[in-house]
């Protein structure tokens, strides 16, 4: 299993669309092959940010949702909200706990 973290800084007052946008692209994403979950987050002191937490059984099943079309229709909605270009990093998941 693999993770991506990615720190989206928005353009002030697209909160409420980008979020939105954000939340059709999450419930998409659940029919793809490979997706685990995700988690969006937003810092406590930066309301115009967001930090996205995917999880995928790996980057393959990432990249193949990523040129899906309900992918590419909602980062074209997206782009024109955000501040500057997301910052993404990959972790491979070692251990993983949570309730049941």
């Known amino acids: ?6 720190k ?5 007052g ?4 980008w979020d939105g946008i954000m939340q059709e692209r999450l ?3 659940r029919d793809q092959p490979g997706w685990i979950g995700a988690h969006l987050l937003v810092p406590v ?12 059984e790996s980057r ?10 309900a992918f ?3 980062r074209k909605q997206l782009d024109g909200l ?6 993404e990093t990959w972790h491979e998941v070692i251990a993983e706990e949570h309730e049941a």
């Open 45 to 56: 002191d930066a309301g115009n940010q967001r930090v996205i937490v995917g999880c995928w």
């Open 8 to 12: 989206v800084t928005l353009k002030e």
């Open 1 to 6: 299993m693999v993770t991506i973290i990615t």
């Open 14 to 17: 697209t909160e409420p669309e």
């Open 60 to 69: 393959a099943d990432w990249e193949v949702w990523h040129a899906d079309e």
């Open 27 to 29: 419930e998409a994403a």
């Open 82 to 87: 955000e501040a500057r270009p997301a910052e």
């Open 72 to 74: 590419q229709q909602t």
